[in-house]
C-alpha cells in the first residue's frame, strides 16, 4: 500500500480559515435522479506518516539463558526448539562428577553442624548448672555458629549448582549422591535457541538453552533518516495484517551508514498470537494530534484550481466545501481541516456534483 503525503503537513496546523462554501442547489428528487450518496467522515486521532519495514522482537529484559551450571555431560533433552515451557520445568539432564563433590560437601557440613549443635545443648545445661564457665560455653557457640555458615554455604552452592530446595532437603534426609543434574528454566516463555547437544560435554557456566517470555513484545522499525524529525514519543503504529497497533517509545540518536535509517522502537499493546517473535512486517507510523481529523473515500475529493474540494449535505442540497488533504492512504483521503464531524459528505455520484457546480461558473480544472 503506497502513502502519498501532502506538502506542508505542519503548517496545516497555522493555516488560515478556509473560504465560505459555494452553494449547488438541488432538491430531493434531483439528488435521487443523479445517485448521490452521502456518508459521514470517519474520525482518525492521527495523521499518517510513513510505511517502513520493521522486525517483532522481545524485550532484553524478557530473555533469559540457562546455563550449565557444573562442567559435565549433557544426557538428555526434554524441550524442542520453539516449544512453550513452564518455570520450573526440566529442560535438560546432564551428568556431572563435580556435583558429587559438593554433595558431599554438604554431607560433612551438615554433620558438623548437628555435632555442634548437640554440643551446644550440653553446655547450655552444664552453664545453666554452674558447673562451666561461661567462656566455655561461648566457645562452643562459636564453634555452632561456624559449623552452621559452612552449611548454610554448602546449601546456597548446590541451590546455584542447579538443585532445587527440595531436592537438598531430600540429599540432607537420605545421605545419597547422585552425579545427575536437571537442568530448569526459570520462567515461563518459549524456547528460542538450543545450543547443546545430548552427548556434549560442557564446561561450567556454558550456555545452553535461550528463552524467551513473549507475552511482551516491540517492534523495531527502520525509519529513513529524513522522516524522524516528524516523529514524537507515543506517536502510533499500526499493521492490519496481522493487525497490530504499538506506542512509540524511543528514536534513536544515531543513523546506520549503510542504509540511512534510523531505529525507532514501539512496544506493542496487546499480545496476539498471530504475531511472532522474528517476524518482519511493514507498519504505517501515525502522528498522534489532538485536533480534528477524518478520513473519507478518495472518492469524495475534488481538485478545482489547485484546491480541493468536498460536497456536504445541506437542506437546499450541497454546499462546495473548500478541504485540506493532509494525506492519501490507498483509497481513502486524511482531512485535516474544512469538515464537521455530523458533516454527511457526497461519496458517490460526485461528478454529477462537479458538473453542476462548474456549469454554474467554475473554472476548468
Known amino acids: 500500500m503506497k502513502l502519498a503525503l501532502f506538502p506542508a503537513v505542519i503548517s496545516l496546523l497555522t493555516a488560515p480559515a478556509l473560504a465560505a462554501d459555494t452553494l449547488v442547489k438541488m432538491d430531493?428528487?434531483?439528488i435521487e435522479h443523479l445517485d448521490v450518496r452521502v456518508a459521514k467522515p470517519e474520525i482518525v486521532n492521527a495523521l499518517p506518516l510513513a510505511w517502513a519495514p520493521a522486525r517483532v522482537v522481545i524485550p532484553p529484559d524478557r530473555e533469559f539463558i540457562v546455563s550449565?551450571?557444573?562442567?559435565?555431560v549433557i544426557t538428555r533433552i526434554d524441550v524442542a526448539l520453539g516449544s512453550s515451557v513452564a518455570p520450573g520445568q526440566v529442560v535438560a539432564e546432564m551428568q556431572s562428577p563435580d556435583l558429587l563433590t559438593l554433595q558431599r560437601d554438604l554431607l560433612n557440613a551438615a554433620t558438623e553442624y548437628e555435632l555442634a549443635g548437640s554440643k551446644l545443648n550440653r553446655d547450655q545445661k552444664?552453664?545453666?548448672?554452674?558447673?562451666?564457665?561461661?567462656?566455655?560455653w561461648q566457645e562452643t557457640r562459636s564453634t555452632?555458629?561456624?559449623a552452621q555458615a559452612n552449611l548454610r554455604q554448602a546449601e546456597q552452592v548446590l541451590d546455584a549448582s542447579g538443585m532445587s530446595a527440595k531436592d537438598i532437603a531430600e540429599l540432607k534426609r537420605t545421605r545419597s549422591i547422585s552425579n545427575t543434574l536437571l537442568l530448569r528454566t526459570p520462567i515461563r516463555g518459549v524456547l528460542l535457541e538450543r545450543l547443546a547437544t545430548v552427548g556434549q560435554r560442557v564446561s561450567m557456566l556454558a550456555p545452553l538453552f535461550r528463552i524467551g517470555n513473549v507475552d511482551q513484545l516491540w517492534l523495531e522499525i527502520d525509519m529513513p533518516q529524513e522522516r524522524l524529525s516528524e516523529i514524537r514519543l507515543k506517536d502510533r503504529?499500526?499493521?492490519?495484517?496481522?493487525?497490530?497497533r504499538a506506542t512509540i517509545i524511543e528514536v534513536s540518536q544515531n543513523v546506520r551508514p549503510d542504509s540511512q535509517t534510523a531505529l525507532v522502537r514501539a512496544v506493542i499493546d496487546e499480545h496476539d498470537d498471530s504475531v511472532r517473535a522474528g517476524q518482519n512486517v511493514n507498519v504505517q507510523v501515525m502522528h498522534a494530534s489532538t485536533d480534528f481529523i477524518c478520513r473519507v473515500p478518495l472518492a469524495a475529493i475534488i481538485s478545482q484550481d489547485g484546491r480541493q474540494y468536498v460536497f456536504v449535505r445541506?437542506?437546499?442540497g450541497f454546499a462546495v466545501r473548500p478541504v485540506k488533504?493532509?494525506?492519501v492512504d490507498g483509497r481513502q483521503a486524511?482531512?485535516?481541516e474544512g469538515l464537521t464531524a455530523d458533516d454527511r459528505v457526497a461519496v458517490q455520484g460526485v461528478a454529477a456534483l462537479k458538473g453542476a457546480w462548474t456549469g454554474l461558473g467554475g473554472g476548468d480544472e
Open 126 to 136: 552444664l552453664l545453666d548448672e554452674g558447673v562451666i564457665s561461661k567462656l566455655r
Open 314 to 316: 445541506t437542506s437546499d
Open 334 to 336: 486524511i482531512i485535516h
Open 144 to 146: 555452632f555458629d561456624k
Open 28 to 30: 430531493a428528487q434531483q
Open 237 to 244: 503504529v499500526e499493521l492490519d495484517s496481522p493487525r497490530i
Open 325 to 327: 488533504v493532509a494525506a
Open 68 to 72: 550449565a551450571p557444573q562442567a559435565g
